[in-house]
Structure formats: C-alpha cells, structure tokens
C-alpha cells in the first residue's frame, strides 16, 4: 500500500457513441486527441445534459470547474477533446501540503503523465529530484512518437540505473529500450469485431507495466502485462474491468 504515486490531470471523461455528424459539427477527427477550443465548449454541455457532475479528492480551484474531456465513439474509432479547466491551474505547492507529502514520502514508484508536463512541470520535476534523491524510480509517459534509442541515450541525473524506454505503437510492436539494446515485443491481435471501445487503451497499458513494475518484474514482463490490460480493457464499452486477471509472464 502507497507504493507509487501518479500525478497527472484529473478530468471527467463523457464517453458517447455518436455518428460521423456530431464530429463534424465541432470540427473533430477520428482516432485523434485535441485540447479544446473556445468553439468547442458547447460540446460538454451537449454530453452532460444528464449529468450530476463527480466527486473528487484533488487539488480544488474555486476559480475554475473540474477537466473534462469528450471521447466521441464512431464504431471502433475514438475522438478526444479535452478542456483541461482547472488541471490547466494545478500549481506545485500543492505537493508540500501534509496529505501529499505523507503520499510522497511513503511511495518507491513515482509516474507522471505526459500531458502533464504542459500544465507543471515544476511539479514533475519536485517528484523527480525527490526520486532521484532517494534512489527511487521516475516513470514518465511522453505520450508521442519519440525514437526510443535516442531517449535512451539522453542525459539523466542518476547513474545508479540507465533509461529503460517503452513506446507502444497501436497493433505493432511495443518498443522496449533497456540498457541500449532494442527489444520488439508483439501484441494480441483483436479481429476488428472484438474491438469495442479504444478509450483508455493507453492508461490501461501504463496500469499493467506499472502493477508490474512494483512487483520488481522485468521490463518485458511488465511490457507483456502492459500489452494484456490494454487488449482487455478495448474489448468492453469504457474503462471497464472484470473478473480476475489471469496474466502469465
């Protein structure tokens, strides 16, 4: 118990199948990810008219209301737009206060997402240094297409352990970099009628590299398990987890 500690924006995703119109009303694509616009606020209004809002325990802004984000579903395709609101506003003293330090000072596992380095990275960058400091480790998703053997190779503070690097590629091989040599490892193949909703395909590989990585497991097993949440999670409509897992490395 409160071995990692995440950090990242916390928004309300409005899952909605819709048709083809709805996305060319607002100007969105499929299988995209946009931050919203001005000309895209109505839309949340348009998904949440049967709303009740959400209860959360997070950094609280008066000022603005909570993230939301529009996953627009047109068959197995996926559109997001995203209107950060108050994660836009998250400020780092929020981590020096007495709940998030006892969270910080307890975890071993520290993960930050990649969107969130437009909204803080001062905040990213106090988890990192306090990381490196304890000799913990810094997981970091970058969300894009970089060239893992050049990440790799990047410079880093801490010369106890080398950049491990993993970038997933949708149907294609992940991309494991560990200690400078390339591994590509394949994922299952879904038929395109076993494919329900992609929506959280990307958390959902992070929360099994991440469950595995705890466990002090191989990068490649935590890759495989990765790989084994994410195909679970896109066969059912939503973030949504049954049953017992039966994951073998």
Do not use: W
């Amino acid at each position: 118990e409160g071995l990692l500690v995440g950090i990242g924006n916390p928004l309300l995703d409005i899952s909605a199948i819709v048709d083809e119109e709805l996305l060319n009303k607002y100007g969105l694509k499929p299988d995209d990810a946009i931050m919203a616009e001005e000309t895209h606020m109505p839309l949340y209004r348009e998904l949440m008219d049967n709303s009740e809002g959400v209860t959360v325990r997070y950094q609280v802004n008066e000022s603005h209301p909570t993230g939301t984000c529009a996953v627009l579903l047109t068959g197995t395709h996926r559109s997001l737009c995203a209107n950060l609101a108050a994660a836009q506003n998250f400020t780092p003293d929020y981590l020096a206060t007495e709940e998030s330090r006892k969270s910080i000072e307890a975890a071993k596992y520290f993960y930050a997402s990649g969107f969130f380095v437009a909204v803080s990275p001062d905040a990213i960058m106090q988890l990192a240094k306090h990381s490196h400091a304890k000799g913990l480790s810094f997981v970091m998703n970058l969300s894009a297409p970089f060239i893992a053997l050049q990440i790799a190779a990047m410079p880093k503070l801490s010369d106890k352990r080398q950049r491990a690097v993993v970038i997933t590629q949708g149907c294609q091989p992940v991309i494991l970099v560990e200690n400078g040599e390339v591994t590509l490892i394949p994922v299952t193949a879904l038929t395109r009628d076993q494919i329900v909703d992609t929506n959280g395909a990307g958390d959902a590989f992070a929360g099994g590299f991440l469950a595995q990585m705890v466990l002090g497991s191989s990068y490649v097993t935590a890759v495989k398990c990765g790989i084994y949440t994410a195909t679970h999670i896109i066969q059912a409509s939503g973030c949504t987890v049954s049953g017992v897992s039966d994951f073998k490395s």
